[in-house]
C-alpha cells in the first residue's frame, strides 16, 4: 500500500488550490503524476479540501489523456482505503467474483455463480444495479418476490459458509471516495474513461477479502467499450490492478454487439436464466456463462487446469447442481424459489406488441445499445440513479444474428404495463435489427482472454 | 446578437443538470455546440443555475477538443451582453483600441498608442494587469507617482474627447460573465486554450464601442501561445470575432522569444518608452511600435494606406509630438510627467546584481519567460491576481540575441529592493541566456499580419 502523502501542517488553502491547479496543468500535458500526487488529489477531494470544480477539470483532464498503470493503482488503493473493507477471511473455502462491465441481456453472473459454487468454489458476489442502456444484477435478483439484496456483514458470512454462494448490494461504507467520485463523473460527462472505470471496478472488488477475480469485459454497441483495443486497454490495466494487490485475475473480452441470450429486462431475464441451469437455454448465453464458471473454478482452485473446469461446469450444469443451487439461495435470501419452475409467480406484463421484419433475409445485426434503450424506455432500466424500475417490462428477441428471417415474420415481442412509450421502444427495436441479403459472417462471442 | 434560449420555464433542476451533461460530453467527443447550446451553458453558469463542476468539466473539455468559429462568436457575444457596455458614441473621432496577448518588456501600448493619438486617432485604452511572467500596461502607468486608472466613464469621455487617449483599466461591471469564467479557469488549468482566450479579450474589447482593433498576438518562449500555428489560430478567430461585429480588425503576429527592448519591471519599462518616445529606444521595441501605431493610424482612417500610415508615424515619433501626448496624458490622469525626463523620480530599486557570461561568443537565446519569472521573483510581477507588486525592481538586459558577448562580460543587471530571492532569480536569468559560437540566424520580428 501506498505510503500516504498529505500537504505540510499548517499549509494555506491557498497553497493546496495552487498545488491542485498545477497537478490538473500537468495531466492536461499528459504527464504521469507520481502515486503521492495522485494520492494528494483523491484525497483532498474526499475531505473536501479539493473543490468538486478542480476535481472535475482533473477528471476531464484524464478522459483526454488517460493514466499510466502505477496512477490507476494508486488510485484504486486510495478508493479502496477510503472505506470499509468486507474481512472474509473467517469463511472457509477459496473466494471467487465474477464481474461484468455491463451489457445488455448478459445474465450469467446467475449461470455462471450458481455452478461455481456447486463445484466448491465460495462465491461473495457483490453487485450492482443497471444504469443506462445496461442491467445489474440485483435488479435482476429483486423481480423475484421476496428477493433482498441488503444482507449484513453476519447474514453475508453465514450465507456464504453454509451455500457457497451470496448476493449482495454494495454497502456505503465500502470506497466511499469511490461514491463520490462516480457522481461527480456522471455529472460531467467523465464516465468514459478507461482508467477510471477500471479503478472504480477494482477498488469495490478489492475491498472484499476475495482471493481470485473473473472479469467480463464486454465490447461492442451494447457495451461501454465500443472497441476491441479500449476493452483491451481496460482488461489488461485490472488485471495489472488486480495482481499488484496480489489477487489472481482473468479477463474474458466479449462480444455486445448483440444481447446476450433472447430476453432484455429483469423478470424475464429470471425466466431465462432458469432456463439455462436446466441446460434448455440459448446457445450463446450457455456458452458464455459456462465458460465464466469454468474460469472462476480454475482460479477457485477446485479445478487443476482450466480443462478440467470447464468439464466440472459442464458436469455441474447437466446435473442440475447449479439450479439446485439458485434455488436454495434464493429460498436463502427470503425469495420464492418456486419462480424458477412457475413463471407466472414472477411480476408479469399486461401487454405485448410485435416488431416484424420489413423484409424477407438474414439477421445481420441486432444493435444491443438500442435494444439496451427501449427496453429502458417501458420501465425496465433507469435514466437516474434513483429511479424506480418494472421488473415486469421488457422485449425478446425472437431471431438473433445468423438467422433467416421472412418478411413480415417476427422480430421481436415487446412486453409492457403501460402503453406510454411503447411505440416509441419499437421504432428503436426496428432500427436495431438489420436484414440483409446475405448471411453474416460467424462472429466470435470469446474475443480474447487476458491474464 | 444571437437569440437568446433560456430553458422552458418550469423546467427542473434535473432537467437543466441533465441537459448540460449531454452538451459536455458531445463537447468531449468534439462535437460543434449551436450558438444557442453555447448560451444556455454560459448564462446558465453566470446565472448559478449550472454549477462550476460542470463548467470546470466543460472548459477541460474545450481545451482538448478546440471550438469553431461561430462557437466563439456564440461565447464571446454571451459574455459581452452579461455587462455593461461603455458607450463611446458621444465622443468625436475614429475609436481604435490596440492590444497585446502578452509578453514579457511589452511596453507597445505606451509608444504606439500615443504616436497614434498624436496622428488624430481616438484612443480608448483598456488595460490589463499583468499575471505570471508577463506585464500589464495598468501595472507600468501606475509606476508613475500619482497615476490615476481608475477614471470615471465621464472622466474618459472628457479624456478621450480632449486628448485622443486615455488608459482605464477593467470595470467589474463590464463582462462579469468573463471575470466569473476567467477564476473559474485559472484554478483549473484551462487557461491555456485558442478558443477561450480568444474569446476574454474579443469580449472585453467589444464592450467598449470601438471602430477599429489592432492585435499584437505574441508567439514563442515568452508568450503564451508557444507555437506559430496556435498564434496564427488565435489571430483569426479574434480577427473573425471582430468582423462578425462588424469591426475592423487586423492582428499582427510577433516574435516573443526574447524580451521586448532591454528593460524589464515597471519603472524600468516606464523609462524606456520615454527613450523610446525620443527616438532614443532599442531597435527592436521602436520597431514594433511604429508599425503597430501605424496599423492603428490606417485602421483609425487617418492614413489612406498603411504605407502612408507609416510615414504618419515615423513623423509623429520624430518630432516628439507622441512624447508630448504622453505627458499630456500622464498630467491628466494625475501622475507627475517630469518622471519622462527624470527618472530618479520614479521608484528606485535599492540593489544591483550582474549577472555574466560564462564564455565568449554569441547571445543565441534570451529566454522571455525565464527573465520575466526571474523579474516577477523579486517582485516585478504577480503569482496570484491580488498579490502587490514592487514597481521599482527587474531585469535590464544588457546584451540581445545576435551581439557578442565577452567571457565575464555583463548579460543583464537585475534591480532589486529585497534580496530575498535575488540568487534564485540571478539562476534563472542565467539559464535564460545561450552563449554560442556561431553567431545565430537572424529571427524576424513582425512574423505575419492576418486580417
Known sequence: MLAFTSPKPGCYAKELKMRTVDLIFRKRQGEELSPEEVVFLVNGFTRGEIPDYQMSAFLMAVCWQGMTEREVSALTDCMLESGEVIDLSGVQGVKVDKHSTGGVGDKTS???????????????????????????????????????????????HAQLQQLGLAFIG??????????????????????????????????????????????????????????????RRLAQLMVGIGRRANKRVQALITDMNQPLG??????????????????????DLTRLSLELAARMIHLG??????????????????????????????????????????????PNATGMREVYSPRSG?????????????????????????????????????????????????????YYTGEDRVEDAAEQVEDAFRISQQAPEERELILEVVG
Open 110 to 156: 446467475l449461470i455462471a455463480a450458481p455452478i461455481a459454487a456447486a463445484a466448491g468454489v465460495v462465491v461473495p458476489m457483490i453487485s450492482g444495479r443497471g444504469l443506462g442502456h445496461t442491467g445489474g444484477t440485483l435488479d435482476k435478483l429483486e423481480a423475484i418476490p421476496g428477493f433482498r439484496t441488503s444482507l449484513s456483514i453476519g447474514e453475508f
Open 170 to 231: 454494495q454497502s456505503a461504507e465500502v470506497t466511499p471516495a469511490d461514491g463520490k467520485l462516480y457522481s461527480l463523473r456522471d455529472a460531467t460527462a467523465t464516465v468514459e474513461s478507461i482508467a477510471l472505470i477500471a479503478s472504480s471496478i477494482m477498488s469495490k472488488k478489492l475491498a472484499v477479502g476475495l482471493d481470485a477475480l473473473v472479469l467480463d469485459v464486454k465490447v461492442g454497441s451494447g457495451a461501454f467499450m465500443k472497441k476491441q483495443i479500449d476493452a
Open 262 to 283: 433472447y430476453a432484455v429486462g429483469n423478470a424475464l431475464e429470471i425466466m431465462e436464466v432458469s432456463q439455462t441451469l436446466q441446460n434448455a437455454g440459448p446457445v
Open 301 to 346: 482452485r477446485a479445478a487443476d487446469s482450466i480443462e478440467e473446469a470447464r468439464e466440472v461446469a459442464q458436469t455441474r450444469l447437466l446435473d442440475g447442481s447449479g439450479y439446485k443451487k439458485l434455488k436454495e439461495v434464493i429460498t436463502a435470501q427470503g425469495g420464492n424459489a418456486q419462480v424458477l419452475d412457475r413463471f407466472e409467480l414472477l
Open 362 to 414: 438474414y439477421v445481420s445485426a441486432v444493435d444491443a445499445e438500442l435494444i439496451g434503450r427501449a427496453s429502458q424506455m417501458i420501465g425496465a432500466g433507469r435514466d437516474l440513479k434513483d429511479d424506480a424500475i418494472d421488473p415486469a417490462v421488457g422485449v425478446i428477441l425472437e431471431v438473433k444474428v445468423g438467422q433467416k428471417v421472412e418478411s413480415g415474420g417476427v422480430l421481436c415481442r415487446i
